[in-house]
């Protein structure tokens, strides 16, 4: 069964600084692979959907994949306070939408 | 756009009693729904995955008895929780995709609070 790890569990970084959160999962053979925020009481916003190897840009979003690796990341450009929030990795484990979530990483901007 | 409306967004129930949430896809078919919950300082679990014309599969821990499901079509799907205790307070979202590779599309969740 897919296993999903973030890390770090907390990071805090300086308002126009760039972010990274890691996500680490044991089966490289999941081909759908989804980064979300969670804004706190909130529900899920998608950032990032990206289902091959390499990169995949929206907007100050970016994820980059590699499945060898079994590790995709998130780089959040230029973060400002608004982009406080909950970040979730989520891969697919099957055909439809069953998405396996890691535990969150919690990230503070600070001005 | 593709839009998924989830409601009620917020509900409270007294222990013991049961409440039903419900997802309405727009804009696209919702070939399949996943159930999830967010129990209090956890990530989101998938509580059963529901393709139309095809069987509801509960994951472990998650049972047809304590939290049945309605995909009737392809633009709807409710969920049931039965008898509901502490532990089943949350926040609960509904995730309907088209087809295999396509992107899914999230309710805004349904909160539940127990008391």
């Known amino acids: 069964q897919q296993k999903v790890q973030q890390s770090p569990e907390s990071l805090t970084v300086s308002e126009g600084a760039m972010a990274s959160l890691n996500c680490t999962f044991s089966?490289?053979?999941?081909?759908?692979f989804r980064w979300y925020r969670q804004h706190s009481g909130k529900g899920l916003e998608v950032l990032v959907s990206i289902f091959s190897d390499g990169e995949k840009e929206e907007g100050r979003f970016t994820a980059h994949l590699n499945r060898a690796s079994l590790h995709v990341s998130l780089h959040i450009r230029e973060p400002q306070p608004s982009d406080s929030a909950v970040y979730l990795c989520a891969i697919a484990s099957s055909s439809f939408s069953k998405l396996v979530f890691g535990q969150g990483t919690s990230l503070s901007v600070v001005p | 756009g593709a839009l998924v409306y989830q409601y009620p967004r917020r509900t409270i129930c007294k222990s013991g009693t049961s409440m039903r949430m419900e997802c309405q896809a727009v804009g696209f078919q919702a070939t399949s729904v996943a159930w999830y919950r967010q129990s209090p300082q956890k990530t989101f679990e998938l509580i059963a995955l529901s393709t139309v014309n095809s069987a509801i599969k509960y994951e472990q821990n998650f049972t047809q008895e304590k939290f049945p499901i309605s995909h009737p079509n392809l633009s709807f799907s409710s969920m049931t929780v039965l008898n509901a205790y502490l532990e089943d307070r949350g926040l609960y979202l509904c995730?309907?995709?088209?087809?295999?590779?396509?992107?899914?599309?999230f309710g805004k969740g349904t909160r539940l609070t127990v008391v």
């Open positions: 089966d490289g053979t999941s081909d759908n």
């Open positions: 995730g309907a995709q088209q087809g295999r590779g396509t992107e899914v599309f």
